[in-house]
């Protein structure tokens, strides 16, 4: 049993009347009442059933049960639909089954969620429903944290899950128990005897979640602080509010520079943005990129700061910045366009690199740096100098080349896949410069770079990569 917080006077759970209050608190702020409750069979949703349920006179929710069948596992899946059936059943509630089968191999996590939120999606409209409630936990909001912080992500990252989010139009997608723990859930289905399916592959240790939720997270809580799972959930929630008080505080300097954002072209006025810090310039820059729709793959850390310089400096200028973007700074304009002219195409020759250092790509109209990093210049990408083998070669793509990029466990896909994937105009294809050695690519000139070369904590000596695109 939890040992700060046990059960209230009434024998119920403590944690009850933070969720009761919390639910009540997005009552307020919609016009329906009508839930459907996302039910894998797991104990998380399980019990979430049993909680929305519990409550449901004293709030006035009409709940429905979804279970969407993955299919894997054969009998097992259609196990776990008939137990979740069984259980709507038995608490009166009607039940929606979807059915949903991988098309392609190797990323059946990833698909399967955004499947499941897509079905969701429907199975809410259809009913009319304004909620869709799903079963994480605190300590799934610590595992995601420490998860992204292994993968590197910045501050924004750290806000972790959040517990209400848009799922469609009228539809809010919440989690009522993400500040409930799983033992304290384990302990409630004990106290209602009410059993559950359990999921051997959030046993599986060849998934890092898996490794984060049973070797790193005990280890963490055991050796260095038994209250590390409250400690990372009070983290994502204080980073959310920053998020969100900075949002705020960012809103009217926004509106004051923004003049105008169209499909191909923003519009900035620098007056309003210079006194800021670069930070505050780059977030705005940010927010109206993804304002516009432009993707932001290729968008580093590295390249909104530099954004943000040449906006502060306010030199007369033009630098092409990545996804086929153009700043010009011109007075107290900044302009930033989608470039549309087609690359150079003639004379597109492999450059060699033979050392650390810097050479131009007169095809691809831009200088590549490639250098030991040895302060805190900015780069584009950093990567592990002892995975590369000098001399490095800039070369355009060829017919059949294949790319496994940071972040696939290094899976090879199509050059050209990942072209499109980043949206490099077709006309522009053909001179992207692709930084390689004799293993094969290892950066995607400015995209992405190779899994194999990417630092880890045996990193001793970085190797610093820009792009610098000339007018
Ligand atoms: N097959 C399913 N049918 C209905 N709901 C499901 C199903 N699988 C998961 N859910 C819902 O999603 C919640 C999260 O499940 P799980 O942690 O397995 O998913 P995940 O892939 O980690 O998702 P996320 O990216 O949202 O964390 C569950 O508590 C449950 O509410």
Known sequence: MPEDRAFDDTGRPAWLEPVRRRIAGWLESSAGADWVVAVSGGGDSVCLLRVLHRLAPELNLRLSVAHLDHGVRGEQARDDARFVEDL?????????LGNWRPTRAGHFEVDARTARYAWLREIAKARGASFVAVGHTRDDQAETIIHRILRGSGPRGLAGIPPRRALGPAVALVRPLLDVTRREIRDELVRLNQTCR???????????????????????????????VAALGRLGTLAAAEREALDSLIRPIESAAVRSIDP??????????????PFVIAEIVRRAWLAVGWPEMAMTAGRWQRIAERIKEGRPSVIHIGEGVALRVDADVILLERDREPAPLDSISPVALEAPGAVDVAWAGGRLTAEIVNNASSYDETIDFDRVVFPLIVRPPAPGDLFAPLGMSGRRVPLRNLLRACRVPPSHRRAVPLLCDQSGILWVVPHRIADRVKTTERTTRRLGLRWEQKA
Do not use: C, K, M
Request: charged share 30%; glycine share 4%.
């Open 198 to 228: 359990e999921d051997p592959t959030n046993d599986d240790v060849s998934h890092t979640r898996a490794r984060i939720r049973h070797e790193l997270l005990p280890r963490l809580a055991a050796e260095y602080n038994p209250q590390i």
């Open 264 to 277: 191909d072209r923003i519009v900035l006025d620098r007056r309003a943005l210079v006194a800021h810090s």
């Open 88 to 96: 709507a059943g038995s608490l009166g509630l009607p039940f929606d």
